[in-house]
């Protein structure tokens, strides 16, 4: 909260020069009178401005962020006035444009996109196929997927970690779990599992259920020293799982509690798992809040949920990481698919619609 004082001869002048220059905001704190000399005295008035400079901090970083990308979009609508009229007048680049748009692809993005695989087919809006396929590709380059258990781990000296982290009730538990159970059943490891996460009621019941079936070890762990004793015990397993506690991660200081609970000698890889259901700019801020951990690769669940995949992109195409896993639905341990390209795109381009590629 700021303090302000104002000085004038009276009290209704002091108050006027607060209301001129603070306007309705201020709260008056009090006055007093000071003497100046032995024959003049003046009347202070103590005011203090309601918004704290934290607020006004973060609404000034918002209100960047907003002005860079109106300008951004705006240089982009100028410079590419001419395009953007073709796009607008020919018909099968214009179904193509709107479709990603209506499956929630970001605008810029799309266009600019667009734009660079219409000068790929030489300008001709009218080879539907060819501009979707070059679409595809130009999508392709862009956008990375990660196989994190792709190496033998069997002569591993050290347990592999992996920590599920993000916002609540995305799915990081049922994520973990049907891991755990492609690993254990088809990759024939033998990973074990720690919950952090003892902050909800029955958390650690609904991870215990799912090892129990499994057969896999599960030790808890409520603070920063347990969790590495957990990981001293548990040494002998080439995978360590790590269930964390979904907060409102849009709250920075949740995550820096998080990072200081996992920080320590040992890397530990994190699997940022979001909900692809969630609006963009809501990823977009997690993601942003989560970049302290470094995540290893992003997790998208509940697939089965939207027809709107766009979001998931947005997100490759915004950040430097990749995607790793999707979730498409509630079944453990059988819905959940290794990200592909291939897939990643289907879900923007239903075959069917523009594309001429068989893979
Ligand atoms: N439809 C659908 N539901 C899912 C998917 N993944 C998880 N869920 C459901 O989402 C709900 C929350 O899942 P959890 O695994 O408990 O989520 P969490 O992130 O561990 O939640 P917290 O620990 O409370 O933060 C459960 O009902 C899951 O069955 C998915 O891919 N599709
Ligand atoms: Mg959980």
Redesign the pocket.
Known sequence: MQVKTFRAPTIGQALEQVKRELGQDAIILGNRKVALSAEESVVEVMVALEREAEVSQASNESMRNGIEEIKGLLSLLISSKDTFARLQLEQPVTELYHSLLTRGLDEKQTFLLLKKALRQVQGNPHEKERIADAFRAQLAEKIRTCRPFAGSFLHADEPQLYA?V??????????LAKLAAHLKIKRRLDPAVISL?TY?IG?VD?LRTYADILAIPLVVAQSREEFHQAVERLRGHPILLV?T??RNFLRKQHVADLAGTLGGSRQVHSFL?LNATAKDEDLKQTIQHFRPLDPHSLIF?????TMSHGCIVNQLLRFPYGVSYL????RVPE??EAATHKRLLSLLIPSGNGSSRKE
Do not use: N, S
């Open positions: 599920f993000g916002p609540t009730g995305v799915g990081k538990t049922t994520t996460d909800r958390a609904q269930d506690i979904g798992v669940t509940k697939l089965d949920e979730g498409i639905g509630q819905d959940i």
